[in-house]
């Protein structure tokens, strides 16, 4: 069976603090994590299928060496989803933790710098420490796998505060298909009373945050088609419909001058954030210029009104995620292609749903296209919005294990990104998620040389223990 292995399968000398564990056991850390990042656990393309099932194993066998008990493997019509679990007193509260062990593909390769799946530590203008560079380290290996660093320094020190749950699944990057119907199967297994999720990120190494926001998704597949075969542009070409350049203007007319989204009832229901709550969010430390040049964009645009920081969070957005048709290869092909086809993910705030808002696009989509061609719309995967607030108990704990390790408040953020899964969580478990991320916007994930702060990495695992300790105590 493969499974990622303490030295000597035994569990650490005790330390009566996380920082002190970690200084001691470094390597080691490290060590582990990267067995784990070897292991290319893509779950979008079915050549991966073993290796995901690879790491799930590995993942089974580590929490069964950490001492978790009832640690199964459970198989799903996708990708197999990972549990085990510490009940040390019902009576105590039960933390879920939830995490993906599935990561991206690595496409395109050449743009690494190194093997994706060979980590390696890089110093940068950022981590100066170092960084691991691989496919996952960010986004979720390194992080799901601070939480079961975490729970060794719990076990290191006699017994966890308060009950714990692991549910690490392997399809998070291809929209959890298959999670939904689990957790309702097992709505018993996994009762508890908050979701602990290290899956975003914070504002710096510095500036510590907390997500309390997440917007919602609707994505879809369009396609546009024309004549009933490419056709030769010299001999058909200005007198029959070209799918792409029709594509082209219809995609241009989904904003206005203004940059909002021109969609019939996109913005019905939209949460206005007060002033108040903007003026909270612009303490938040932000720069234009350093945003442009991390991307190296000559300056910033979007919907009118609002800054960066807002329009990536708290206002909804419709981003063409990829176009093609037609001949793309090497040299000319003069053609008129038959079909032209996009990709579109719509992020949505509180106040939207995704399945109201995939059929006004739908319906706006179609009502837009000439009469010379034909649509079709192809829903994915989609989310609801999420919110939770800063009185939230959970939250409090988590604010003052931050404090504990980092020194300063951590700051509620809302994120631009979505976790469909969170509001899931709420509606089947009736339970509110925490979100204690600690990666960073510069950390490249889902593109060539993702990487994650060694600083990070061993802070979560230094941070987690206390968030513990302080809702064993709520």
Known sequence: MARLTLENNQISDLYMDPKSFIESNKDRLLKELFELL???????????????????????????????????????????????????????????????????????????????????????????????????????????????KAFEILKANGD?????????????????????????EHKEKLACDVILISDTGMIANDVPSITTGLRGLSYVEVEVTGPNRDLHSGLYGGAVANPLNILAQM????????????????????????????????????????????????SGQGEKGYTTPERTSIRPTLDVNGMWGGYIGEGAKTVIPSKAYAKISMRLVPGQDPDDITEKFTQHFKAIAPNSVSVKITPHHGGLPYVTHTSDPAYQSASKAYKTTFGVPALPVRSGGSIPIVALFEQVLG????????????????????????????????????????YAQK
């Not at 292991?39 to 073993?50: F, M, Q, T």
């Not at 699944?169 to 689990?182: K, R």
Request: hydrophobic share 40%.
């Open 38 to 148: 070897r292991i290319p656990s893509i779950s979008a393309d079915p050549a991966y299928n073993e290796d995901v099932a690879k790491c799930a194993t590995a993942i089974q066998g580590h929490m069964s060496t950490l001492g978790l008990e009832n640690v199964e493997v459970f198989q799903t019509r996708g990708h197999p989803i990972v549990y085990g679990e510490c009940i040390v007193d019902p009576s105590l509260p039960t933390v879920l933790v939830y995490g993906h062990y599935d990561v991206q593909p690595a496409d395109p390769h050449e743009l690494w710098d190194t093997d994706p799946f060979e980590p390696v530590i890089k110093k940068t203008e950022i981590h100066p420490e170092g960084a691991i560079f691989a496919r996952g380290a960010c986004d979720d290996k390194g992080q799901m796998f601070m939480h079961l």
């Open 160 to 184: 966890a505060p308060c009950n714990i749950k692991f549910m690490i699944e392997g399809e998070e990057e291809v929209g959890s298909i298959n999670l939904e119907p689990f957790i309702k």
């Open 251 to 298: 995609i241009g007319s989904l904003h206005d001058k203004n940059g909002a989204i021109t969609v019939e009832g996109f913005y019905d229901g939209v949460e206005i954030v007060s002033d108040e709550g903007r003026a909270l969010m612009a303490k938040a430390p932000f720069s234009q210029e350093a945003f442009n040049d991390s991307i190296a964009i000559p």
């Open 431 to 470: 339970a509110k998620s925490i979100l204690m991320g600690f990666g960073l916007d510069s950390d490249a994930i889902h593109s060539p040389n993702e990487h994650y702060g060694v600083f990070n990495y061993f802070k979560g695992i230094e941070t987690i223990p206390y968030f513990y300790k302080y």
